[in-house]
């Protein structure tokens, strides 16, 4: 355990060495705060319902620019040989890449905290539903980062890690838009294949087991076949 976080921490330090890392959180915090506002001004609902779906849309575009370096550039620098030296198992290895960038991810979430007592002022906002929303879109980023550290595991080009986080991430996201096509057992299952479907429930307060379950499948899933990947290096 101790080696996994000396590795997440060594992780960070790496993102907030580099100034990518604060001009994609002034970037994010910025673009959230002008929708924030202008759906805010748009409804007239002390909710942050629509905020929650729009951050679910907004990271399937900046998540893959996050997690496409996290093996792609070691792979491409040489240092992925380095690293699989180390006494650290792939398991290791991959779970301090993924903590590291969920901590990063975890406190852009924390800032837009904000928007609750903003809410809160103007009316009396649901704290429970607000609070549910959180969580969903934390578990979705959780589960995007895992998508996307997969895929910079299959390749030493950052691009077509991206692109394939992209088209993976897309395919989940539009899956329940094909439903008018399908009936029966396919239709439910593009339904449940969707992560709108799962964070639509959150974001009205509604938890449930499915929901939770769906997620963190995906999560570890995702995390399995990236060490699966590292171990056998696929990327060769």
């Known amino acids: 355990m101790n080696k996994i976080i000396a590795l997440t921490k060594k992780e960070l330090h790496g993102y907030f060495s580099s100034p990518v890392a604060y001009i994609i959180l002034i970037a994010c915090l910025s ?12 409804n007239r609902e002390v909710s942050l319902r629509d905020i929650f779906q729009v951050m679910e849309f907004m990271f399937i575009f900046i998540i893959p620019l996050l997690t496409m370096k996290l093996f792609s550039e070691e792979k491409a620098n040489g240092t992925m040989e380095f690293l699989l030296t180390a006494p650290l198992t792939p398991t ?3 779970l301090g890449k993924y903590f590291s960038m969920l901590i990063f991810y ?4 924390a800032v837009t905290s904000v928007y609750y007592f903003i809410v809160e002022y103007y009316g009396e906002p649901d704290p429970y539903s607000i609070l549910s929303g959180y ?3 934390w578990l979705e980023g959780a589960f995007f980062i895992a998508i996307g550290l997969l895929t910079s595991s299959w390749t030493r080009n950052q691009i077509i890690a991206a692109m394939t986080a992209y088209v993976m991430l897309f ?4 899956s329940v838009s094909f439903t008018k096509y399908f009936t029966g057992f396919a239709e439910s299952f593009l339904m449940q294949l969707s992560t709108r479907t799962h964070l639509e429930n959150f974001a009205v307060g509604v938890i449930t087991a499915s929901d939770i379950i769906y997620y963190l499948a ?5 995390l399995v076949l990236t060490t699966l990947s590292i171990n056998h290096k696929l990327w060769q």
Do not use: A, K, W
């Open 135 to 137: 969580v969903g879109i």
């Open 31 to 42: 673009l959230f705060n002008v929708l924030f506002f202008m759906l805010i001004e748009q």
């Open 171 to 174: 395919s989940l996201y539009f």
């Open 218 to 222: 995906g999560i570890i899933l995702c």
């Open 92 to 94: 290791m290895i991959v």
């Open 106 to 109: 975890s406190l852009l979430i």
